[in-house]
């Protein structure tokens, strides 16, 4: 199997329109880890991502009939670039089924490279099943933008270049995972010429589709998909795409939200582009690895895959790359309310940087404080800062990785409600665009009356809702069905402690 990629690789005709990326070094990283990070750009591509190669590769594969019919694909928005821009270079006309929630960055890239976009769905499956109807109803030839030999040749000529480009030490490389074309690629050609450099994908834990099909040994589908990195918010990992990999990926990790929008930032202060989200996997696996292993003077390569980030998208990354970073903390501090508290308790907090500070009067006995410290995971890490306000009296709760606490309670800490009773409160994200809100509220229906309610757009493809429902007793059972009904995805959040704290 492996001879048959490197030949198709080998024989791939991506250079008619992509280009040779070059290995950048990361000499902030690098020195911080102590171990060699380099950085393959295939966010320097012509549409600023490395799909272009599989797009252009099976599309010059296609017989002159094939082309002729037009062709059709479905893509949450970086293989539609490729092929939008493939096709146009080629005469052939192509339409791209693009979920609604794809960043409008990627969809006005696909419509002005030429090719019809029909949005459809609110994830890629939903797409993909149009784009399949469309295939009968108007006899297009179907780009797959993952799952097919040809698309996982084009890909796999990123790994050609990297053993061209990097002849010395190199210990592993660290690829973003989505329907796996990327990795499969890469995996086949490096694993038929030099079987000692492991590879090592790296995935969302919410959407980690190939971990989950090699933890069973087979294909799995996901019961829900984050939507943070949108390009490789992928259900279930391809059928190609995983025959390569469950036999020649040496492992996967899966990364947080915060740990990508650390890494987001680190490949920023490297290299001063920004990439996406998808883009910065390969990053946040090598810290994960580095920190896992504590090896050093390794030398890694992470795949850099794109650069397509809607810009709004950048004010959630900058308020959780810190806490990523785990250079902040988000603490919920008890202070006595009283005269010259607050003074002993900045006291306590010493030199340290205040990010964040909310208060407001409870009761006459003591006061909650929710406050943003900064701190440093070698010098001053975050357990030496909580372990000594607790020896200096303060009751402290660690809200760090708490999303309830780090998506809304920080924006709404404003007293409790003695007024209110029977409220359960559910955190929920529904994808995010026009009419969005009120679409969900709509659904959410006036069965029980809504006692809190906090919604801010991330400028990301999907809208988080935290809310309060005022539930007797004796129907509390029927919540969860009712519920499941909208579709969209939710936590209850009735126990957590930061709502119990500061609104409950």
């Not at 594969?61 to 270079?89: F, I, K, P």
């Not at 971990?211 to 984050?226: F, P, S």
């Not at 990508?260 to 090598?286: F, N, Q």
């Amino acid at each position: 199997m492996l001879e048959t990629y490197v030949k198709k690789i080998l024989c791939s005709r991506v250079y008619d329109v992509a280009v040779e990326t070059p290995i950048h070094a990361s000499p902030f990283l690098s020195e911080r880890l102590g171990n060699t990070v380099l950085l393959k750009r295939e966010d320097l591509q012509p549409v600023f991502s490395f799909k272009i190669r599989g797009a252009y590769n099976k599309l010059a594969l296609l017989s002159d009939e094939q082309r002729a019919c037009g062709v059709v694909t479905a893509s949450a928005g970086n293989h539609a670039q490729g092929l939008a821009y493939a096709a146009r270079h080629m005469g052939v006309k192509a339409t791209i089924v693009m979920p609604r929630t794809t960043p409008e960055i990627k969809v006005r890239a696909v419509r002005a490279r030429g090719a019809k976009v029909v949005l459809h769905g609110d994830a890629f499956d939903e797409a993909l099943a149009y784009s399949q109807k469309l295939i009968k109803e108007k006899g297009f030839t179907y780009i797959h933008p993952y799952d097919d030999p040809d698309t996982i040749a084009g890909q796999g000529t990123i790994a050609m270049e990297i053993l061209r480009q990097h002849q010395g030490q190199l210990d592993a490389i660290f690829v973003p995972v989505g329907g796996g074309g990327l990795i499969a690629g890469i995996a086949a050609y490096v694993k038929y010429l030099r079987p000692e450099i492991r590879i090592i994908g790296v995935e969302p834990e919410e959407a980690a589709c190939l971990k989950a099909a090699m933890d069973a040994g087979e294909r799995v589908t996901l019961g829900q998909v984050g939507l943070f990195a949108d390009g490789v918010a992928v259900a279930q990992i391809g059928e190609h795409t995983f025959e390569v990999c469950r036999h020649h990926v040496d492992e996967v990790l899966t990364v947080t939200t915060d740990e990508m929008c650390a890494a987001i930032k680190d490949i920023y202060d490297d290299t001063r582009s920004i990439c996406e989200p998808a883009g910065c996997l390969g990053v946040a696996g090598i810290k994960k690895y580095v920190e896992r292993e504590g090896c050093q003077g390794k030398v890694f390569i992470a795949i850099d895959s794109g650069a397509n980030v809607n810009f709004d998208r950048l004010r959630h990354v900058a308020e959780r790359a810190e806490i990523g970073e785990q250079r902040e903390a988000l603490l919920a501090v008890t202070i006595p309310e009283k005269p010259g508290s607050f003074k002993a308790f900045c006291q306590a907090i010493g030199k340290r940087a205040i990010t964040e500070f909310n208060y407001r009067y409870h009761d006459s006995r003591e006061a909650h404080i929710f406050v943003g410290v900064q701190t440093h995971p070698e010098t001053d890490p975050r357990r030496a800062l909580v372990s000594k306000l607790g020896e200096l009296g303060f009751p402290v709760m660690d809200l760090t990785d708490n999303e309830l606490a780090k998506l809304h309670i920080r924006h709404m800490v404003g007293g409790h409600a003695a007024q209110v009773t029977d409220e359960l409160v559910y955190r929920f994200e529904f994808p995010e665009r026009p009419g969005a809100l009120f679409n969900f509220l709509n659904k959410l229906g006036g069965r029980w009356n809504i006692s809190m309610f906090h919604y801010r757009n991330h400028g990301a493809a999907y809208g988080r809702v935290v809310v309060g429902l005022q539930v007797p007793d004796g129907e509390r059972h029927l919540v969860s069905g009712a519920l499941d009904e909208i579709g969209y995805m939710y936590w209850d959040e009735t126990d957590n402690p930061a709502y119990r704290l500061y609104l409950g």
